[in-house]
């Protein structure tokens, strides 16, 4: 198995500490989680041939999660 290519990623504080929480309800690490999250749009899009969001470049408002 050809070894992980490393990248260098920047993220806004507040898409970091949603990413960090999920991550910890799913028993995983932040990187695991942002390569989980990656991994499923891709499927998503070789599936669909869509992207999972029809307004991806739009920045997320993170003012209307709810944790319920």
Do not use: H
Not at 17 to 28: G, H, L, P, V
Not at 31 to 46: A, F, H
Request: overall charge negative; charged content about 30%.
């Amino acid at each position: 198995m050809a070894p992980k290519k490393q990248i260098p990623l920047r993220l806004s504080e507040k898409l970091y500490n949603e990413i960090s929480a999920w991550a910890e309800d799913d028993f995983r690490s932040v990187n695991g989680q942002i390569e989980y999250i990656l991994t499923e749009c891709v499927k998503q899009r070789k599936k669909t041939g869509k992207y999972v969001s029809e307004e991806l470049d739009a920045p997320p408002d993170f003012s209307v999660t709810n944790f319920d």
